[in-house]
Every structure is written in structure tokens, then in C-alpha cells.
């Protein structure tokens, strides 16, 4: 009898009492940035058109996922594309499920086999110059493997930009990770935590493959863009994400983040234990007006 009363007493002051919030404060809160269905809340920016001409449907929902498509292309012509979130973010994890398939479009580099990437602390898409070939950003290489020997994936290019590794500057264009290499067409899982412009992580199956700090602005390898975007020496608090259209399909059943800024009082119906920067203006509390 005792052992009922309580639970309807937990029962009661957890669901019956307005105003009460239902919140786990170690429960991961992920927004999926890809909603399944179509390209709602993204832009894409294809060298050579317009913002949001998606020249030869590159960029298609089909059956759930997010694929990179080059079958109305030709010759690919270094026709090279981004889709990006509308968002702009500082401090978070971003992860995505992805697949490499079929074949790559004709007249594109060998580099670019099994090759695309998630950008982040990117320009936005509205910056870009029309013949601009990739944003200002920092590059999560997503490579699949040839089929034998080693490729690792989850490594960075610095397109406009540079990084810090244990106090010293980089600027080599790209860096491999430590990833093991995946061949075929299988799923792949890759996160990335960015800690605005302290540190960023590329991690797959839970494991870190790689970290740098202190990404900024710097270096080349981007082509065509507006000299006012480019403040070399400026470092990385936030930016936009996007994903790569670079010659080869590729497919994401997923694409989903994880916000580390949020309201950080352990008293607010709202709190999350997981949060890295705080912004108490988002805080709420129980029996506080909405």
C-alpha cells in the first residue's frame, strides 16, 4: 500500500501539477539539422551559379536521405558545391551518417574520388562569390577507402584557413587523422565537437582521431571569394555548416547536432548538465511567466 501511494505521489507531482517541466538535465537534446523529408532550412551554393541554384538537382531528398547526385552534370567541370544550414552556431557537436556510392562524375580529379567533407565555422552561403570554389572554413575530410590500403577519413583541409596544433600555427593544407580506413559503400558515423575558436575534436566510434585548436582565418586553397570575408588572422567563434558536393555521390541518412550553449542554473526547468557555454537568457522556471 505504501509502495502505491508513492508512486502515485511521484505521478502526481511529475505530470499532474502544471507548470512542472519534464526535464532530464543529462539527457542529449540532438536537432536534426536534415529533416528526412526535403531541403527545408538549407542553401546551396554551386561554383559558378547563383545562391540556390541547384544546378542539375545536385543536391535531392530521396527515400529519406540526403544525397549528392552528378547524373545531369556531363563533365563535372570543377562545378564544385555546398548545401548549408541556415544556422549559425558556436559550441557543438555536429555528427552525420554518410555512405559514399556509385561512380565519380567523369572529368573530375583523381583526389576527389570517395572525397567530401562537413564544413564548419563556414561563411555564410550568401558570401560567397558566384565563382567561388569552397568556403571560408575549417574542413572535415570525409574519404572513403579505394578498396585496399590505407585512407583514413575524419581529417582536416584548411580552405582560407589555419589552425594551431600544441601552440604551433599549421598551415599545411590538410591533415590526416587516425581514423581506421572504410572501404565500400557501408554506413559511417563521424562527430565533431567545436568549441568555438578554443578547440575542435573529429571523432569516430567514439574515439578522437584528431584535435586542434585556435581555427582562423589565413592561408589559400579558396579561390574567387570576396577579399572583405577574408580577415586573415581573425579567429573562428561561430559559424554556418554545410556539406560538399565534390565529384563523387554520396549519400546522409543523417545529419544532426548537439547544442553546447544553453542555461547552465541547475534551478531552471531547462538546464542541461552538458552545456559548455552558458546563455541564462534562455533559462526558464517552474511557475515563471512564458
Request: contains cysteine; charged residues 20%; neutral net charge.
Amino acid at each position: 500500500m505504501r509502495r502505491t501511494m508513492l508512486w502515485l505521489l511521484v505521478l502526481f507531482t511529475s505530470s499532474a501539477v502544471p507548470g512542472i517541466a519534464q526535464n532530464d538535465p543529462h539527457k542529449k537534446e540532438w536537432i536534426q539539422l536534415f529533416n528526412g523529408k526535403d531541403l527545408d532550412g538549407w542553401d546551396v551554393k554551386i561554383a559558378g551559379y547563383d545562391l540556390n541554384d541547384n544546378f542539375g538537382n545536385t543536391f535531392r531528398v530521396e527515400n529519406g536521405v540526403l544525397k549528392t547526385a552528378y547524373d545531369q552534370y556531363g563533365q563535372y567541370n570543377n562545378r564544385f558545391g555546398h548545401i548549408f544550414h541556415r544556422q549559425k552556431f558556436s559550441h557543438y557537436i555536429v555528427a552525420a551518417e554518410y555512405r559514399f556510392v556509385g561512380e565519380q562524375a567523369p572529368g573530375a580529379p583523381d583526389w576527389a574520388f570517395r572525397n567530401s567533407g562537413i564544413m564548419v565555422h563556414s561563411q555564410s552561403a550568401q558570401s560567397m562569390g558566384k565563382d567561388q570554389d569552397f568556403p571560408i572554413c575549417i574542413e572535415v575530410q570525409l574519404l572513403g577507402g579505394r578498396g585496399s590500403g590505407e585512407r583514413t577519413t575524419a581529417n582536416l583541409c584548411t580552405p582560407g584557413t589555419n589552425v594551431e596544433m600544441n601552440g604551433k600555427l599549421i598551415t599545411q593544407h590538410c591533415v590526416n587523422s587516425t581514423s581506421k580506413t572504410y572501404h565500400g559503400d557501408q554506413w559511417v558515423r563521424v562527430e565533431v565537437e567545436v568549441l568555438g575558436s578554443s578547440e575542435i575534436r573529429h571523432m569516430m566510434e567514439g574515439r578522437t582521431v584528431l584535435s586542434y585548436q585556435k581555427p582562423q582565418i589565413g592561408g589559400g586553397n579558396v579561390a574567387n571569394f570576396d577579399p572583405e570575408v577574408k580577415k586573415d588572422g581573425m579567429l573562428l567563434e561561430e559559424g554556418y555548416i554545410s556539406l560538399q558536393s565534390e565529384s563523387h555521390p554520396i549519400e546522409f541518412r543523417k545529419v544532426e547536432l548537439l547544442n553546447l550553449v544553453g542555461c547552465t542554473d541547475p534551478k531552471a526547468s531547462n538546464y542541461k548538465s552538458y552545456y559548455v557555454k552558458a546563455d541564462n537568457t534562455q533559462c526558464r522556471y517552474a511557475g515563471a511567466p512564458r
